[in-house]
């Protein structure tokens, strides 16, 4: 414990610039995260307080090289105390490590609420002036504000903040912010049915956001699929199979409507649309369909299968997986 505290200073004195220094504190919170984690004896060593200010620590550290892509480092604090709550049953001490922990988030919460405030009415005052040298790192500090915020957000099991922290990012959200967005609430431990509100939010504000950040054309063909391919799963996973079913169906219209303006008329694959996700979607669509089937519901059966061979039609393999599942449809009716 005393070597991470003394790499902590050190790094601090450093103005949190060097490299080696940094390396060394990850790998020293790692190995007490390891420690805090086993559940036995050796999980003593580390006291409630010592805890607490490995978690602080590790979130200061984070705050300070926060990388959008690997926004999810800044929970590793939290797993030390959570995990160490299960491993060692104390159940006093651990909860007020927890409660002080949730302060914290509590606190960033509001101090990044309005500072989102503020920076969106200044966004709109710099907003044609782009040659400015700072408005790059602004953007990028704003966007950090939001990403932030929603990672709080979700900790605290607010939903209803983490929709409207994806709705006020709309006119500056770009796909690497939408990216994060995404990660962050797949990874949230919180129940099904939030995860696909919020999914859905974000969907929606993207195909409605004035963001000249975000290229619409590009981000429809290329980056939507997965988008929709992970809302689809999780509305299974959810049992929402009607709003499953209203996804296949949005899927397959986009899937359709690029053909038809590439003047595709052999029903292959579409410019641009992975066929992976074409492939991933038809093949659990059709195994929906099997459990239809297995239920006695020959309707929805049909239905579902039919939906997923439509799909496995647009991909250019000859026709093969398309003829795979209509002789499965057959084998099953």
Same mark, same amino acid.
């Given at each position: 414990? =005393?070597?991470?505290?003394?790499?902590?200073?050190?790094?601090?004195?450093?103005?949190?610039?060097?490299?080696?220094?940094? $390396?060394?504190?990850?790998?020293?919170?790692?190995?007490?995260?390891?420690?805090?984690?086993?559940?036995? /004896?050796?999980?003593?060593?580390?006291?409630?307080?010592?805890?607490?200010?490995?978690?602080?620590?590790?979130?200061?550290?984070?705050?300070?090289?926060?990388?959008?892509?690997?926004? &999810?480092?800044?929970?590793?604090?939290?797993?030390?105390?959570?995990?160490?709550? *299960?491993?060692?049953? *104390?159940?006093?001490?651990?909860?007020?490590?927890?409660?002080?922990?949730?302060?914290?988030?509590?606190?960033?919460?509001?101090?990044?609420?309005?500072?989102?405030?503020?920076?969106?009415?200044?966004?709109?005052?710099?907003?044609? $002036?782009?040659?400015? /040298?700072? &408005?790059?790192?602004?953007?990028?500090?704003?966007?950090?504000?939001?990403?932030?915020?929603?990672?709080?957000?979700?900790?605290?099991?607010?939903?209803?903040?983490?929709?409207?922290?994806?709705?006020?990012?709309?006119?500056?959200? %770009?796909?690497?912010?939408? =990216?994060?967005?995404? %990660?962050?609430?797949?990874?949230?431990?919180?129940? +099904?049915? /939030?995860?696909?509100?919020?999914?859905?939010?974000?969907?929606?504000?993207?195909?409605?956001?004035?963001?000249?950040?975000?290229?619409?054309?590009?981000?429809?063909? #290329?980056? +939507?699929?997965?988008?929709?391919?992970?809302?689809?799963?999780?509305?299974?996973?959810?049992?929402?199979?009607?709003?499953?079913?209203?996804?296949?169906?949005?899927?397959?219209?986009?899937?359709?409507?690029?053909?038809? *303006?590439?003047?595709?008329?052999?029903?292959?694959?579409?410019?641009?649309?992975?066929?992976?996700?074409?492939?991933?979607?038809?093949?659990?669509?059709?195994?929906?369909?099997?459990? &239809?089937? +297995?239920?006695?519901?020959?309707?929805?059966?049909?239905?579902?299968?039919?939906?997923?061979?439509?799909?496995? %039609?647009?991909?250019?393999?000859?026709?093969?997986?398309?003829? +795979?599942?209509?002789? #499965?449809?057959?084998?099953?009716?």
């Amino acid at each position: 414990m =005393s070597a991470i505290q003394l790499v902590s200073t050190e790094l601090e004195k450093s103005g949190w610039e060097s490299e080696e220094l940094l $390396n060394k504190a990850q790998i020293l919170m790692n190995q007490g995260l390891v420690i805090a984690s086993r559940g036995g /004896p050796d999980s003593c060593i580390l006291s409630v307080t010592e805890l607490a200010w490995l978690a602080k620590a590790s979130y200061s550290i984070a705050s300070k090289h926060i990388v959008l892509s690997e926004h &999810y480092l800044l929970c590793d604090s939290l797993k030390i105390a959570r995990i160490t709550i *299960e491993a060692r049953k *104390e159940i006093g001490a651990a909860e007020k490590v927890r409660s002080q922990l949730t302060s914290y988030y509590v606190e960033s919460n509001i101090v990044s609420s309005k500072g989102t405030t503020a920076l969106y009415f200044k966004s709109q005052q710099i907003e044609n $002036n782009r040659n400015n /040298p700072r &408005y790059e790192r602004f953007l990028s500090q704003h966007r950090t504000i939001f990403a932030l915020d929603l990672e709080a957000s979700t900790f605290l099991n607010d939903w209803t903040g983490v929709c409207a922290i994806v709705e006020e990012s709309s006119p500056s959200i %770009d796909e690497k912010l939408s =990216s994060v967005f995404l %990660d962050r609430i797949l990874r949230s431990d919180a129940q +099904l049915k /939030p995860k696909v509100q919020a999914v859905k939010t974000l969907i929606r504000t993207l195909h409605a956001s004035p963001s000249p950040f975000l290229d619409k054309s590009t981000f429809i063909v #290329k980056s +939507l699929p997965r988008y929709i391919r992970c809302l689809f799963q999780l509305s299974l996973d959810a049992a929402e199979y009607q709003l499953a079913e209203s996804i296949l169906d949005q899927a397959l219209i986009l899937a359709q409507g690029k053909q038809t *303006e590439t003047g595709n008329d052999n029903k292959r694959s579409l410019s641009g649309y992975p066929e992976d996700e074409i492939r991933w979607l038809s093949t659990v669509a059709f195994n929906r369909a099997v459990d &239809y089937y +297995l239920a006695a519901a020959d309707m929805h059966c049909r239905r579902w299968a039919g939906k997923a061979i439509s799909l496995a %039609d647009l991909i250019e393999d000859d026709g093969a997986l398309g003829r +795979l599942l209509r002789g #499965k449809l057959e084998m099953l009716t």
